[in-house]
């Protein structure tokens, strides 16, 4: 009987892990989903780039204050679950503050906790009120429907419950070491637990009760949010990391040349090619299925983990000049759309054992080519991204799709083009005119 809450224990933990993992293992099979792409140079400046932005959180503190509030609950996350350490030890070998042979460093470190504990209740609440009460506009754009506004609510309330738990828990066991009860041996700094112990019963049974409840619900509580992390925006906590690893380091607005028209221009160049040849499979003259993308797998590897890694902050919305104007584009709802047919697109996986065509894709069933034609391709939505997403390079796949594959222009652009054709000038001007401004 002794044994059982550490055998229940180590069936939670095993459960909690395997579904994790299950569910990491899914995000990375629909993120290889993507075309190949090489991101694999400059590593000393994409372990720096890594460090600055995901790590040290370079790019929150753009704006101050939810940046520093962003900060506490990051380092939060970072530094308070090594505590999770000592608790798995515990409750594995039904062990209590196993740590507590450090002495006064364990102290130190308990008392740290406590404080940026207190300080990450606090940003939180700061954060729920910035969202439910002050109503800040960019949480409230038509894309943040029903789950996504939820979404951000029930992280809020995760923390805030974990961080009350975890002092809770303190705020008993330091009761339960004055009365020296049981195996409650005196480790550990208290203070901001120090005054909650006050308002907790005397009776050292009660005390234990609470305590040993806020433990077990405690723990119970960050597996439940490590696995609501795959079905949240919230999994950029992990995924920021590789993202910003992998982040484009070219200037920003500077457009790749697609594969697929290098080797169409280069047969059209070769006199000896045989234009109506098939390529052999596998070789490097093997022509796409198509230019531009209009779906999730015509994408590449890089675009979908972005998709993954949004975080729905909406800062790249507030700034976006077509959003700002009232025009249907929102860089946020680019990014969510994708990631929602790229989960569609691993459902039917899942289901089929393979993609089955469904009927759908992602343009047109979820981003209409009015959103990708708003876009300026002005860049201000990478620029303010705080974790290095690219929503212009998928409209502008998705563009190249529309134009070279459908012929769906808008009127204005395909006269322009029309233009450099035949006049060398985006202008309706023959070429002899084009300099009688200078006469003028």
Known sequence: MHYIPNILFAILLVIGITFFVKNVKKIIRNIKLGKPLDRSDHKAERWKMMARVALGQGKMVRRPFPGIL?????????IINIEVLEIVIDGLFGTHRVFSFAGSLYDLLIGSFEILAFLVLLSVIIFWIRRV???IPRFWNKEMTRWPKNDALNILYFEMVLMSLFLLMNAADANLQVLHFGHYIKAGSFPISQFIAPWLPSNPESLQVI?????????????IFLNYLYYSKHLHILSAFPNTFYADLNPKGELDNLASVTQEVKMMLDPNADPFAMPEPGTEEEMPDKFG????????????????????????????????????????????????RLEEVGKNI??????????????????TPEELWACTTCNACVQECPVLIDPVSIIIDMRRYLVMEQSAAPTELNMMMTNIENNGAPWQYNQQDRLNWKDE
Not at 70 to 78: D, K, L, P, Q, S
């Open 70 to 78: 962003h900060i506490i609950v990051y380092a939060g996350f970072i």
């Open 293 to 340: 993308a209009s779906d999730v797998m015509d994408l590449n590897w890089v675009q979908l983990m972005n998709a993954y890694t949004c975080t729905e902050c909406g800062r790249c919305t507030s700034v976006c000049p077509a959003n700002q104007t009232g025009k249907e584009l929102s860089p946020r709802a680019i990014m969510m759309k994708t990631r929602d």
């Open 350 to 367: 899942d289901k089929n054992g393979s993609f089955i065509e469904d009927g759908k894709q992602l343009l047109n069933d979820y981003i």
């Open 211 to 223: 305590e040993r409840a806020a433990w077990w619900l405690h723990i119970v509580g960050i597996f």
């Open 133 to 135: 009460i002050i109503k």
